[in-house]
């Protein structure tokens, strides 16, 4: 397989999904600034394609976790919330294109539920920053009606479950009508809001609705994990023609990272390397992805090498990096918190299984959450939730 | 004053504004007084609110409700507004003791009712609206024929609601953008999309703007405004705030304007959008095609309000009630509440009475479950087309030599498009994985890939009509 670095010019590192390469290049032509430093971090890792992974190393690899990629790219940069990440990109890109609007329950001068439209409303004004009625079928009716004509609107779901009344808009409308209309309505819209299982929230707000959507034809989906791609996620999903979908995670609000001065964005379709190991690639999303880098500290003691792959993007899957690090490593552990029963690793699963058989040699396994509502008792919770020590227990039984 | 009780007010500013805005337990010169003074420490404290609101159109003041000068009545502030007591247990009716009355200009014979209020309409105009009805009538009549021949694998006709079509087209501008239900070929027709466009959609042939992939009469133009069919009922009222909300933004002197029949209303995106229009104070036009008839469910299983008009007020929205059958009639109100909708940035609702004199579609047979002498009886006693036409031919504007030259032109002009239509080529196979994103992705190109792959084990599987 050829190298995965290509036309990355810096330019192009901070230009939207240009159409036009899309046909020259792979679909993936725009690399994230973190990946590329991510890679030159990883030179000593050697080659991708070599099939010659030693199992059970006995020398304990010094860097267990992902080293912080941020601190690499620039000496400046600035620290922040995930929340905060979020409002920053939303606020650029609202300063950048006039067009930007948000819609939503309580965004306005509340600043939102989980505060990332804080300051936006006194900044931006109401029309731009828009209370609505609590009817979400409307408001993202509303917001797909705007965006036909022209505005290019973020929809706020003040928890994603509750999108769960706006699928009848975002299935028939947002995702139907660029198609059935031939081409001639675009619907760039955002729907983005907090998902996953929280604390004690209660089972109707501890939805993973990625799993829910994944099958609508013409909308993409992404998943944030960091204040480094959350930002840039958003940023890439407003700057989009199509509908994007943003999943973040209600836990995950307030981690700190530091994040560069300069403008950038992340690729829509590009999953993220967290650690090159050789051993066996674990595949994880969102707020997993923390449980598996804390399950990784374990399995490097232990004297495994896992490679972590936040894949960030639901829908489609970049399966360019994935199946790359499949080909190394031959071993694939999904980790996700979609339910067992048609989550994103039960699609992950059948895409692997489908384009990567031949490099196989243990059946692909997915750790998910069980197909049960999400119970309010604290300890009950926990337990619908894949753990670290689970993930632990997995990797040793694949990497037999 | 009606104070607005924000979540952006302090708790302890919630309770200085109750005190002072006291609960009528004072004597009645008391009440008086606080009904009529501004308390100025109260105003301060309202003003200080530090959030301000940038190109804000909120209503500032709420009407208040029944404010009573009355000695002994006694008022309190409830959030939304002053509210007066009663103590007599008194419901409001569940209707009026009268219907709504309903606006028209013309009589069932196409005579000018005397006094009548209507907006003037030019010579132009008034002959463009009855040609245009006429080749509505007969661009239906024809391609239903054309479905149960078995060329066209569907359609829905207009017939009996062309006037609710042509005439509010007519009185619209071409910058109003349309949302449209599926009953509406009309305001395309008006708006300039040819005979051969409408036979092109039906077809799903090449030279369509949708490329063939949605059913037939699910037309979309966005040339001339007219935002492509989507099939959910009144899925397109939401889209139409968010349009109208869009325009104000941009602040153009254009307006949204969604239609929808009776049967749409009972959806929750119908309250949604009604509720939200008046919220966002978006303007926007509901016009609610209330042909009697969702399929086989007449409107008294549909609803038990008086139609829809006043379900407007519910939502604080100004509404009409128009026969749907008088084109003039139509014309005026659709004319009068653009204006409205532009210039105080509101919505409004008009029901427009008719009756689907047709079939729902092609898949119904409307006999089953009404009386044809019914059918007749609208086709012929309330015939839109015929009202018009009184009323032109009386003005000198129109002859019968005009109509037979007229209808023999359109059904020659119909009959032709429909044989191109028939004839031209399909979109290529292409056209199927394209535009579901700007840019196909890579598991849409593999699949594309497979399909082809396929078709070229077994071409002879393949119709033999969809180019590769």
């Not at chain 1, 975002?170 to 209309?181: D, E, Q, R, V």
Request: net charge negative; proline share 4%.
């Amino acid at each position: 397989m050829s190298s995965i670095i290509h036309g990355a010019g810096a330019a192009t590192a901070l230009s939207t999904f240009n159409p036009v390469d899309s046909k020259k290049l792979t679909n993936l032509s725009v690399r994230s600034q973190r990946y590329i430093v991510a890679g030159s971090e990883a030179s000593k890792k050697k080659s991708f394609g070599s099939a010659l992974t030693v199992r059970h190393s006995q020398k304990l690899i010094p860097n267990a976790v992902a080293t912080k990629e941020a601190d690499t790219s620039t000496s400046t940069g600035h620290e922040l919330l995930l929340f905060e990440a979020l409002q920053e990109g939303l606020e650029e890109e609202m300063d950048r294109d006039a067009n930007v609007c948000v819609m939503g329950e309580d965004v306005g001068h509340y600043g939102g539920s989980y505060k990332v439209t804080k300051g936006l409303a006194d900044k931006f004004g109401d029309l731009r920053v828009l209370d609505t009625p609590i009817c979400e079928n409307a408001f993202t009716g509303m917001a797909i009606g705007a965006a036909m004509t022209g505005l290019r609107p973020v929809i706020e779901g003040m928890n994603m479950g509750f999108l769960l009344l706006a699928f009848n808009q975002i299935s028939n409308n947002c995702g139907m009508l660029h198609y059935t209309s031939g081409g001639q309505f675009t619907i760039p819209v955002v729907i983005r809001g907090p998902g996953g299982v929280g604390r004690q929230l209660g089972a109707e707000h501890s939805q993973r609705l990625e799993s829910y959507f994944q099958s609508i034809p013409g909308i993409q989906m992404v998943a944030c994990s960091t204040p480094y791609n959350a930002k840039g996620l958003m940023k890439a999903a407003i700057r989009s023609e199509n509908p994007v979908i943003l999943f973040e995670h209600v836990l995950l609000y307030n981690l700190k990272e530091k994040i560069p001065d300069e403008d950038y964005i992340c690729n829509l379709e590009e999953a993220e390397m967290v650690r090159p190991g050789e051993h066996i690639t674990i595949l994880t999303y969102s707020r997993m992805r923390y449980h598996v880098m804390q399950a990784a500290k374990t399995l490097v003691n232990k004297g495994y090498d896992p490679e972590v792959i936040d894949i960030r993007s639901l829908k489609p899957f970049d399966l360019h990096t994935i199946g790359n690090s499949v080909k190394k490593t031959h071993r694939v552990l999904i980790v996700e918190e979609c339910m067992r029963t048609g989550g994103i690793g039960a699609s992950l699963t059948a895409a692997i299984n489908e384009n990567f058989h031949d490099y196989l040699d243990a059946p692909v396994m997915c750790l998910s959450s069980q197909d049960v509502p999400t119970p309010y008792a604290g300890t009950l919770e926990e337990w619908t939730v894949v753990q670290p020590a689970q993930i632990v227990t997995a990797v040793e039984q694949l990497c037999q | 004053m009606a104070l607005r009780l924000r979540s952006s007010l302090s708790k302890s500013n919630f309770f200085n504004i109750l005190r002072y805005n006291n609960l009528g337990f004072g004597t009645a010169s008391q009440t008086t007084r606080h009904l009529r003074t501004h308390d100025p420490t109260t105003l301060l404290r309202v003003s200080q609110n530090p959030i301000t609101r940038f190109c804000n159109t909120m209503a500032e003041k709420l009407s208040s409700v029944g404010e009573h000068e009355d000695a002994n009545a006694q008022v309190m502030d409830f959030p939304g507004g002053k509210v007066a007591f009663t103590p007599e247990i008194k419901f409001i009716s569940e209707s009026s003791k009268e219907r709504v009355p309903c606006y028209r200009v013309l009589d069932d014979n196409g005579q000018l009712i005397t006094n009548s209020h209507f907006v003037q309409v030019s010579e132009e105009v008034a002959v463009k609206m009855y040609s245009d009805m006429v080749t509505l009538q007969i661009m239906d009549n024809i391609f239903y024929e054309a479905q149960r021949q078995g060329r066209l694998s569907f359609y829905a006709t207009t017939i009996g609601e062309e006037a609710i079509n042509i005439a509010s087209a007519a009185a619209l501008s071409p910058q109003d953008v349309i949302f449209p239900q599926y009953r509406e070929p009309g305001v395309l027709l008006w708006r300039g999309f040819t005979l051969q466009e409408f036979a092109n959609q039906c077809f799903g042939n090449k030279s369509d703007n949708g490329k063939g992939r949605q059913m037939p009469v699910h037309y979309g133009s966005n040339k001339l405004n007219y935002f492509t069919v989507s099939a959910t009922i009144a899925t397109q009222l939401p889209n139409a705030v968010g349009a109208a909300y869009s325009l104000k933004m941009d602040k153009k002197d254009a307006c949204a304007v969604t239609y929808f029949g009776d049967g749409g209303s009972s959806e929750g995106d119908f309250h949604a959008a009604l509720n939200f229009a008046a919220v966002m104070e978006a303007p926007v036009l509901f016009i609610c095609r209330n042909n009697g008839w969702a399929i086989s469910t007449p409107t008294s299983d549909q609803f038990r309000s008086d139609g829809l008009v006043v379900k407007g007020r519910a939502y604080g929205i100004r509404s009409i009630r128009v026969d749907g059958n008088d084109a003039l009639a139509m014309y005026s109100a659709v004319h009068t509440a653009r204006e409205m909708a532009i210039t105080e940035e509101r919505p409004i609702l008009i029901e427009a009475l008719t009756y689907r004199v047709g079939h729902h579609s092609t898949s119904d047979d409307s006999t089953r479950y009404r009386s044809a002498d019914e059918i007749e009886w609208w086709n012929k006693a309330r015939n839109p087309l015929s009202r018009l036409r009184t009323w032109i031919e009386s003005n000198g504007w129109w002859s019968d030599e005009e109509e037979s030259d007229l209808r023999s032109r359109i059904k020659k002009e119909m009959l032709e498009a429909l044989r191109v239509a028939e004839k031209t080529e399909k979109p290529n196979l292409e056209n199927m994985f394209s535009d579901v994103y700007d840019v196909p992705p890579l598991n849409l190109r593999e699949q594309e890939r497979q399909v082809r792959q396929t078709i070229k084990s077994y071409p002879q599987d393949y119709p033999s009509d969809v180019p590769l």
